[in-house]
């Protein structure tokens, strides 16, 4: 579980070492890493992802296929421009996936039409597949 910073101006960057995994590198232009354990979800703004993440948001010059290249395979797509951490979904409900860490409370992203059963089928395959990283205490 993660620990929220003391402060919400603090940076990505001091909050780095408190995140686990690999670091996406956001892109030409943009030099602070983002760990991918910090990594709530990704979001297309035309020419800009926007980056939520459980210290705050960034906004960075990228497309979102650029980003969604360099994501493991916890992250999945649940609308057109949307991309999210499993790891990080507490509920899929009324057609959205809600998503916890955020320090605005909890994200809700909404499912495309149509796509809700293969959403909500996708994500329970990598929640029991043992794909989460996280280890059972027996």
């Known amino acids: 579980m993660h620990q929220r910073p003391a402060a919400l101006g603090e940076s990505i960057t001091a909050y780095n ?3 686990s995994g690999r670091t996406l590198l ?12 910090c990594l ?18 960034k906004r960075i010059r990228s497309s979102l296929r650029e980003v969604a290249d360099k994501l493991p395979p916890s992250f999945m797509t649940v609308n057109r421009g949307i991309v999210v951490n499993m790891d ?5 409900e009324d ?6 860490g955020s320090p605005k409370g909890e994200l809700k992203y909404h499912i495309r039409k149509g ?4 959403t909500a089928e996708h994500y329970l395959r990598y929640r029991f597949s043992g794909l989460t990283g996280q280890t059972d205490d027996k």
């Open 88 to 92: 990080m979904i507490t509920d899929i």
């Open 17 to 19: 070492s408190r995140c």
């Open 115 to 118: 796509a809700y059963k293969k």
């Open 40 to 57: 709530l979800a990704a979001i297309s703004d035309g020419h800009y992802v926007i980056l939520e993440t459980s210290v705050g948001t």
């Open 26 to 37: 956001t892109g030409p232009g943009n030099s602070v890493p983002i760990p991918l354990g």
């Open 95 to 100: 057609g959205a996936v809600i998503l916890k």
